[in-house]
């Protein structure tokens, strides 16, 4: 599975989007792009996937680039709920199941 | 909607004592994954079965083990307990429906004393 890097942290101010880079230049053509947020100390929660096309939910959009090897996810109107640390996860399908790996995430403090 | 349990949410036990947490899957889900935070730490996948055979290993001890039972229950055997071993301890399960996400429970917070 590819390897993910993403910033250690991040600030941004309540209302404005956030955008969060990750970086996954190793990442293979059957891996997908996940990203899940942890809220304290919470079971993580699923934001958003995507394998090549840029993708849309009621949470958040996905930018894939062309070449696949770095992400950014946007939280369009950031809300103090939305701080987290926020983990971008390479994964594919082996032996039947999903592997995921979660790297060190980049902790995102939304300021009032 | 239904969401994956955890139980129990706490556990206080003793060095070298055994543990036993278990997990019930959303209904439907077939596949159940465990992963260890330790406090200040991300996330590290231990284990994950699909229709209850082992799938993925990841860093388990050999003093753990778990298994998925046939109503898709999984458990997480963790014996000779140590200090390291106090953790929040996730389950998390998924459908097979071909781009998996996983649905957490709470977690079980484990604290060895």
Redesign the interface.
């Known amino acids: 599975d590819a390897k993910t890097t993403q910033p250690p942290s991040m600030d941004c101010a309540e209302g404005r989007a956030a955008n969060l880079p990750c970086n996954h230049s190793t990442i293979s053509g059957n891996e997908y792009v996940y990203w899940y947020r942890q809220i304290h100390s919470q079971g993580p929660q699923y934001i958003i996937h995507g394998l090549k096309n840029n993708e849309t939910n009621e949470m958040a959009s996905l930018i894939i680039t062309e070449d696949r090897k770095s992400s950014t996810l946007i939280l369009p109107h950031a809300t103090l709920r939305d701080t987290a640390v926020y983990y971008c996860i390479a994964s594919s399908l082996t032996s039947g199941t999903y592997k995921y790996i979660f790297g060190t995430g980049t902790r995102l403090k939304v300021l009032a | 909607a239904a969401g994956?349990i955890q139980s129990p949410r706490h556990l206080i036990k003793e060095k070298r004592e055994t543990a036993t947490l278990k997990c019930y899957p959303i209904p439907r889900h077939d596949?159940v994954?465990w992963?260890q935070?330790g406090p200040g730490q991300?996330?590290?996948?231990l284990i994950?079965?699909?229709?209850k055979?082992q799938?993925?290993k990841?860093s388990i001890p050999d003093r753990f083990s778990a298994q998925q039972f046939s109503d898709y229950h999984s458990e997480l055997n963790m014996s000779s307990l140590e200090l390291g071993d106090s953790a929040?301890y996730?389950c998390?399960s998924?459908p097979r429906t071909g781009?998996?996400?996983?649905?957490?429970?709470?977690?079980t917070q484990l604290s060895v004393l």
């Open positions: 994956v596949t994954y992963y935070q991300d996330p590290q996948f994950s079965f699909y229709e055979m799938s993925d990841g929040l996730f998390a998924s781009d998996e996400k996983l649905f957490f429970g709470s977690g």
